[in-house]
């Protein structure tokens, strides 16, 4: 019985969601932003940082709920009402490198 509980808790830790800084970055093409020009990468740049400080400030939140929860009843909370956002989290750290490799490739001023 005592096999099962450890189990079923490994299980569930499973499903918590990750804090930001341990999910990597999905790919994302570079392509699309060598195309433009630094006049238009400075803004898209800050932009998509912010909004990636937003989702990873969400999904840090979440994987501290579902820590929480986990150690008061055992069910990762945030992961089962959809609060976990691994995904999006990737794709932000995948569209900011991008837009950061092409900002420096095309040599833009530092911002």
């Known amino acids: 019985m005592k096999k099962l509980l450890v189990c079923a808790a490994m299980l ?25 020009s630094c006049a238009q990468l400075g803004p898209l740049k800050m932009q998509k940082e912010a909004e990636l400080a937003t989702i990873e400030k969400a999904q840090f939140n979440a994987s501290e709920h579902d820590r929480a929860s986990m150690s008061v009843i055992h069910i990762p909370v945030a992961s089962m009402t959809g609060k976990d956002n691994e995904a999006g989290v990737a794709r932000a750290k995948g569209e900011v490198q991008a837009i950061n490799s092409a900002y420096q490739s095309k040599r833009c001023a530092a911002g």
């Not at 969601?17 to 060598?34: G, L, S, W």
Request: aromatic fraction near 4%.
């Open 12 to 36: 569930l830790a499973a499903g918590c969601a990750k804090r930001p800084d341990e999910i990597m970055a999905a790919p994302v093409a570079v392509d699309p932003y060598m195309q433009m």
